[in-house]
């Protein structure tokens, strides 16, 4: 049994782009993974959310961005607090006011950052003390991605095998590569046509590529640590690039096949070829949908930005570094 009160606890969790991508799920209720992954928290794009269990509620209520949600959104809220409410041992009900802070583009939303910060404030209200691990695990059972949003910097989510063992842990960079730069480009701010959900289940059961991307995963993160922890940059984009591509590689060879670039991420990429060809160093990752993330080296930032502002407006462009993990107002 724990001890609780109907206090409101408040939590922020910054969202993170992988660079090993998660792309598949194993046990879908669970969501374990075919594969481990890595990813950076981001600086700039966070969720700020508060949970109130309250006896007098008659259902739960959830506030995103001032509106009320319904329907499937709150259905996904509600069942996650339920987890916690197992765990807890009650059966109130709660309030989750939840806030995104995204710049400029409210297509960068994301539920990473959501359910990072749901886990923390909900678990906290609930009146349990979890450890960063829990927490992880926890965030995990509302969206894959979200069990990384628990920690700062560089972090892989070692998939394991079942619930206990499937979380994420933090990834030491404490050389350069820790200041790496992340220009996000805005190309759509319109919600994915394809949820990341659906789309990862349609690869794994029907494109003929997934087994080798399980075996594939596992060296490019091999590669991807031992570049974090060389402090080589150039490996670090290279195999980042390399590894979006064949997660993307993935939806184009799914039956039916789908593409989440639209022209302008294409046009983006190839910028970031040329701009590498002429001795700007920079790298691309794309996640579930035609945004994209470009990596470079302090020394090249302003190069990039000036590039990608004169290409696409200042509006679509946002720069972004490693941020915190999670924590509480
Ligand atoms: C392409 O974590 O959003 O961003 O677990 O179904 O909620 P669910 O999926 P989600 O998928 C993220 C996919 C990705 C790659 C990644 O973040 O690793």
């Known amino acids: 049994m724990t001890t609780w009160s109907n206090k409101s606890i408040g939590a922020i969790a910054h969202t993170n782009i992988a660079l090993i991508k998660y792309w598949g799920k194993k046990d879908e209720s669970l969501i374990i993974p075919y594969t481990s992954s890595l990813s950076l928290t981001l600086d700039q794009f966070y969720t700020e959310t508060h949970v109130t269990f309250d006896e007098s509620l008659t259902a739960d209520v959830v506030m995103i961005d001032e509106q009320e949600v319904n329907g499937q959104g709150w259905q996904r809220v509600h069942d996650f607090l339920s987890i916690i409410r197992k765990r807890a041992e009650i059966t109130t009900n ?18 990473a950052s959501a359910f990072a910060a749901l886990a923390a404030a ?72 394809i949820s990341s959900r659906q789309a990862m289940r349609l690869s794994v059961t029907t494109s003929p590529y997934y087994p080798t991307w399980v075996k594939i995963a596992q060296t490019d993160l091999a590669a991807i640590k031992s570049a974090i922890s060389n402090d080589d940059f150039t490996k670090f984009g290279e195999i980042s690039e390399l590894n979006a591509m064949r997660m993307h590689a993935l939806t184009l060879s799914a039956n039916p096949d789908f593409m989440y670039f639209n022209s302008e991420t294409l046009e983006s990429m190839n910028m970031v070829k040329q701009l590498r060809h002429n ?36 509006d679509k462009v946002t720069l972004a570094k490693s941020g915190p993990g999670v924590h509480y107002l």
């Open 122 to 193: 909900g678990s906290k209200a609930a009146g349990l003390d979890l450890s960063h691990q829990d927490l992880s695990r926890l965030a995990r059972r509302g969206s894959g991605s979200a069990c990384r949003s628990i920690y700062g910097g560089f972090v892989e989510w070692r998939r394991g095998t079942d619930d206990h063992s499937s979380y994420a842990v933090p990834v030491t960079a404490d050389n350069g590569l820790s200041d790496v730069q992340v220009i996000a480009l805005t190309v759509e701010r319109h919600r994915k046509p």
């Open 94 to 111: 709660a309030q989750v006011v939840s806030t995104n802070h995204v710049p400029t583009a409210a297509g960068l939303a994301s539920s």
């Open 279 to 314: 001795g700007i160093e920079c790298y691309y990752t794309i996640d579930a949908g035609p945004n994209v993330k470009v990596l470079c080296q302090r020394r090249h930032v302003n190069d990039v930005v000036e590039t990608f502002t004169e290409m696409l407006g200042a």
